[in-house]
């Protein structure tokens, strides 16, 4: 079953990496622009609920990571769509066409990392309540210094005695 | 299910059934009046015996909120070799949020969690206190009739109310040590082979990972060896970092591999509930698996300073002192009467626990730093003291105690003495010995006579019924020596006889000896503590044997020294030789270490006493 | 008439959590509806990444108030795949037990909610005494009422005490035995009956294109739970049942609620009976000292709201480099939501929310 579905991705897209860690994942590595047209495919197989979308920021690396998770209703193979983008200027494509529930997942993406989705209808705040420098999910932000300095010195308390 | 369920719309007065709870008892409990009990594994205020806690830290390392700091007591003693620390550790419930990993990871078992929960007060400073115990605060811990849950707070709380407390079976911590592999008795008393096998890589990095990094053992050590860095790069798989570490205190690993006296494992947070890391077999491992030290070292000594220093004694002490010398640049010299480095650990040691090999690694590596070595040169003899002290800029004295003392019974000039036994066996030609051999003594040195003497007896009399015992003044509870020689001891066969002094060495006929005529000792030490022996001199018992040897302590010869010199030194009451923070003497270019001069008569003792002395010297030297 | 726009805001007596929406209302019609979730963000995900495998596990269950023994278990799930580590066959049928106790409190909770919601004060009054009594052996078991800090890698924390069998039978035989008192005068009520038919409606497909999981699924006539599908702990040594209704609106999803406390009382007696003996812990390196090889895993798990997952990945350090849930509450509450808003009456909006499974710490972690 699983190594069926493997063939086909492989025959149908080139520039793909694909890895079966156990016997019921499928790990798929892509280039950014092949995402939209692998998600749309694998809708038509069955694959059609959109369980997380996630990112990773390997500051090392100086690149981005977006991870699609997609489930099918009636068996247990989960498979983890994963792309990468650069840290400079990020920009990504959405992917409401093909999953309508993609929309609060990259309003989320959009407000803790900073990366830009191209034909959002609405990408405006929706956890946080203010404005930061450098995106708060980011590896970069140091949250000892942001509390300093946000909030006032609270003095330590001292012991009754 | 693919049938359609079915719906049931109720009808109106089917709900009115619930008019008969109008007559029935509430369920709600009308608290205070009516409190409800907590559980017995409820988690709430903390409780912490301080009889029991060591001080350690362990507790504020884990908290995930960093609620736990801990503060210095000064009215408590700390007691660095028996791993006690001076601090407690202080709470703070703004931030504490009872989730009890403090209490699985305490290695003690001190810290509980108790089932009081209440405490409402105007001030805030309130609620950042030090946890004690029913034990040592009598006035806050109340009696059940006392106590009123209208008043319940941090400071009125119910005795005997203990909630969550310790478990080893599912503690963070690993009690158990990963077993050394050793070879076994049977045999082991047939021939020399080294006993203790070692650990391999799989079994060093599972060892090096039940390290909590609490640093007790480092204040417990003489030398304060970096011990919890060394065993991180153990876990981590780095051999050459740990090696790195070693060295910046102790030059010496393969020796002190095999022969330390672990003070850090008495002192190990671990060894309170379960067994100790093993920081010496892990100390080994790392000066096994490099075979080369220079090359994973990359040290080279400094410029040269063009002083020389002479070095008398090649043991621990003089190694050492050798080693951190050339490194600052001068010019060392080492003399020493034996055929090679090691000093009383060469002949000491018997071949089964230190092998000649392990020796000659490290010292061979001392010397290819440039420090210059004359062995089989006896001061005194093939080269006068006073010529030292004309041609070295400064002396060190590393002599150590190599004279055996005797008991001085009638005929014990037919004894043997324990040092000239075992270094005759070692790196002369091998003795001839008896079928049955006594020792008398009940320290190490004795133990490893007896067990030398046994794998003697095996080897020149094999398939022949051969016995050797030992007679001792201490009884079991106060016998010196460690408590695993005595247990390897017993296991190879060896006969014991504690409490018993010798009489008088009894000859045969020809002259030779046939036994040894003992007395019961009624106590060994008198009410100021000092060594008195007393005796019960009607009740006597008679041990046969062939031989008998002598392992009753040692003294330092300071024959070489001339006599003007001699006076000039000033010794402390306990008759060692006084030193002063910089490990000089009371004459100016001599300086001192190692026996001659503490009172642990161990290695590692030496290398810290060294270490001090070679900061002297250097400073000594430059002005 | 006019448009007016209301804020059904954190604080009102029908909405349980800190959730807001804001209406755009014309009469008793709204016309649209945007949710604005926030108020209770405090940012796990970041703070998790700071602190060892061991440290994070009293933080894990704060995320969800409600129900926090499934964090605590999709947690451990992710570690123990990550790290290859082996759990006793005793400490699978623990851990099963006590999750289904904890969806028999969380459901409790739920009908508390709900009741008191719509009026029904004497019903909501008996299911909080009801979730009293489960909680009262949580703290028995673990020595938290609330948050119990059980489950970690490796295992569960202590074993069951002395009794505690006997105590788990009789406690949820005396809630059982309440059943027909509760159909009498809360799911057999006609008042009921005319609150919910047909209100809230959702049709199957709409529900799988949305990306709905959990009762709300289960209410359009689908079989679908990951206790069925990929089976974790111990769910594949008894045999048990999946209940769904056929409608779709809020009538099926409470009577499916319902279906669903009575069948995990069942699946805890069969559990209790065919429980082994031995270890409950396989103890784990050194918290100081365990570093966990590289890769990523996604794990996932049925609460009593729906499929809750995890990814996590490692970078062969001694914490986490990155830690995302997956929370059925945030499909439902954001999306979901806001279609079937639309067209409602303003008296409805507590009457959907709810019947949604609507937790608000869930959705802003």
């Known amino acids: 079953m699983i190594s069926a579905l493997k063939k086909e991705l492989e025959s149908a897209f080139k520039n793909i990496q694909i890895v079966i860690p156990e016997d019921n994942r499928l790990t798929i590595t892509a280039p950014k622009d092949t995402v939209l047209t692998i998600l749309s495919f694998l809708k038509d197989k069955g694959y059609d609920h959109l369980a997380l979308i996630s990112c990773t920021d390997w500051i090392e690396e100086k690149e981005f990571e977006l991870v699609y998770i997609i489930n099918s209703y009636g068996e247990k193979i989960s498979i983890i769509l994963k792309s990468r983008i650069s840290r400079e200027n990020p920009q990504f494509i959405t992917t409401i066409p093909v999953f309508e529930n993609a929309e609060p997942y990259e309003r989320e993406i959009h407000e803790l ?19 930061y420098e450098i995106p708060p999910f980011r590896k970069d932000f140091d949250t000892r210094k942001y509390v300093e300095e946000f909030f006032d010195e609270i003095p330590f308390v001292e012991e009754n005695k | 299910m693919t049938k359609k369920s079915k719906i049931n719309k109720g009808s109106f007065l089917d709900p009115f059934k619930a008019i008969r709870f109008l007559w029935k008892k509430p369920k709600t409990l009308r608290y205070p009046f009516e409190p409800k009990e907590p559980a017995l594994r409820c988690r709430g205020f903390h409780l912490n015996d301080w009889d029991k806690c060591t001080g350690c830290g362990n507790c504020a390392d884990i908290c995930p909120n960093e609620a736990i700091t801990m503060v210095e007591i000064p009215e408590l003693k700390s007691k660095p070799e028996e791993g006690i620390k001076n601090e407690r550790p202080k709470l703070d419930y703004g931030r504490c949020c009872f989730c009890g990993l403090c209490i699985d990871i305490c290695p003690p078992g001190s810290l509980r969690l108790s089932r009081d929960y209440f405490h409402i007060h105007f001030k805030t400073d309130t609620f950042s206190f030090i946890p004690k115990d029913e034990k040592s605060d009598k006035e806050n811990f109340l009696p059940a009739e006392k106590y009123s849950v209208l008043k319940a707070s941090l400071t009125h709380r119910k005795k005997d109310y203990e909630g969550f407390a310790s478990d080893l079976k599912y503690s963070l911590f690993e009690p158990e040590q990963v077993p050394m592999p050793h070879v076994k008795p049977e045999e082991r008393k047939l021939s020399f082979i080294e006993q203790v096998i070692g650990y391999n890589k799989e079994e060093a990095k599972k060892e090096a990972s039940r390290c909590l990094e609490c640093k007790l053992c ?63 077999w892990l100390k080994r491992y790392v000066a096994d698996t490099i075979k080369d030290y220079k090359t994973t070292l990359e040290l080279e000594p400094a410029r040269p300073s063009g002083k020389k220093v002479a070095v008398i004694g090649a043991g621990p002490g003089g190694l050492s002192v050798a080693y951190f010398l050339r490194l600052k640049g001068h010019e060392v010299t080492v003399f020493d009467s034996l055929p090679g480095g090691g000093g009383m650990v060469r002949i000491g040691p018997p071949l089964y626990r230190l092998p000649i090999e392990a020796i000659d690694k490290d010292v061979n590596h001392i010397a290819s730093m440039g420090v210059e070595f004359k062995f089989n040169t006896t001061v005194g003899k093939d080269i006068l003291f006073e010529n030292i002290m004309k041609d070295y800029n400064a002396v060190y004295l590393g002599i150590g105690t190599t004279l055996s003392r005797s008991t001085k019974v009638k005929n014990a000039e037919k004894c043997l003495l324990a040092l000239n036994f075992l270094q005759e066996n070692k790196i002369g030609k091998e003795e001839k010995v008896g079928k049955e051999i006594i020792v008398i003594g009940g320290g190490n040195v004795a133990m490893d006579v007896a067990r030398e003497a046994l794998r003697l007896q095996h080897m020149q009399y094999p398939d022949q019924e051969v016995i050797t015992k030992t007679v001792s003044l201490e009884d079991w509870d106060i016998m010196p020596a460690k408590k695993d020689e005595i247990e390897e001891a017993k296991e190879e066969g060896i006969q014991f006889n504690p409490a018993w002094g010798p009489k008088e060495v009894v000859l045969d006929e020809k002259g030779n000896v046939k036994g040894l005529l003992c007395m019961k000792v009624k106590s060994v030490f008198d009410e100021q503590g000092k060594f008195a022996p007393s005796f019960h001199e009607d009740k006597e018992m008679f041990l046969g044997g062939d031989m008998i040897i002598e392992a009753i302590g040692q003294a330092t010869d300071f024959s070489f020294i001339p006599k003007e010199l001699f006076e000039k030194f000033e010794f402390t009451e306990r008759r060692k030789v006084k030193v002063d923070g910089n490990g000089q003497t009371s004459i100016s270019k001599v300086f001192a270490g190692g026996d001659i001069v503490n009172l642990n008569l161990d290695a590692v003792t030496a290398i810290a006493d060294a270490k001090i002395a070679a900061e002297g010297i250097d400073k000594h030297l430059s002005s | 008439m006019r448009e007016l726009e209301l804020y059904f805001g954190p604080q009102h007596l029908g909405m349980v959590g800190n959730f807001s929406i804001t209406l755009k209302v014309e009469g008793d019609r709204i016309l649209e509806a945007t949710a604005n979730p926030g108020y209770l963000h405090r940012g796990f995900e ?65 009908l508390w909610a709900y009741a008191n919601m719509l009026g029904f004060d004497t019903v909501a009054n008996w299911a909080m005494y009801h979730h009293d009594l489960v909680l009262d052996l949580f703290e028995e078991l673990t020595g938290g009422r609330v948050y119990h800090i059980y489950i970690w890698p490796g295992g569960v924390r202590r074993d069951f005490p002395e009794g505690f069998k006997d105590k788990i039978v009789n406690t949820l035989h005396s809630i059982g035995g309440c059943v027909p008192d509760y159909d009498a005068t809360f799911f057999n009520n006609p008042l009921f009956y005319e609150r919910t038919k047909d209100v809230g409606k959702i049709a199957r497909d709409e529900a799988k294109r949305l990306g709905a999981v959990g009762q709300v699924l289960r209410a359009t006539g689908m079989k679908f739970d990951i206790r069925k599908v990929e089976p974790y702990a111990a769910y594949n040594n008894v045999d048990w049942d999946v209940p769904t209704r056929e409608d779709g609106d809020v009538y099926s999803r409470l009577w499916v609620i319902r279906d669903e406390m009575i069948e995990s009382v069942h699946m805890i007696f069969k559990l209790l009976d065919k429980m082994p003996s031995g270890d409950v812990y396989n103890r784990v390196p050194n918290p100081f000292k365990w570093n966990i090889p590289k890769g990523e895993a996604y794990v996932r798990t049925e609460s009593s709201r729906g ?44 009457n959907i929310m709810i019947s949604l499974y609507v937790v608000a710490p869930e959705i802003d972690r």
Request: proline share 6%.
């Open chain 3, 307 to 350: 499929e809750l997952g995890l990814y996590m990945v490692s970078n062969g350090e001694d914490k986490p480099y990155r830690v995302h849930f997956r929370t059925p509450s945030y499909t439902h509450g954001l999306i979901i939501l806001e279609k079937l808003l639309k067209n409602a009456s303003i008296a409805d909006v507590g």
């Open chain 3, 46 to 110: 970041k703070l998790m990444e700071l602190r060892t495998w061991i440290q994070n596990f009293p933080l894990v269950c704060r995320i969800n108030v409600v129900e926090p023994d499934h964090m605590e278990m999709v947690y451990a799930m992710a570690v123990e795949k990550l790290a290859n580590i082996e759990v006793p066959e005793r400490a699978h049928y623990v851990r099963s037990v006590y999750l289904e106790l904890a969806r028999v409190g969380s459901h409790l909770f739920g």
């Open chain 2, 218 to 280: 480092e204040e417990a050590c003489p030398a304060h060896l970096k011990i919890s860095d060394y065993i991180l790069a153990i876990y981590e798989d780095k051999p050459q970092e740990s090696l790195k570490k070693i060295f910046e205190d102790n030059p010496i690993p393969s020796i002190c591999g095999r022969i330390c006296m672990k003070h850090c494992e008495e002192a190990c947070s671990l060894s309170i509930r379960g067994e100790a890391v093993a920081v010496r």
């Open chain 1, 113 to 131: 990392y900073g990366i830009n989705f191209e034909g959002h209808p609405r990408l405006t705040p929706l956890f946080l309540e203010r404005e």
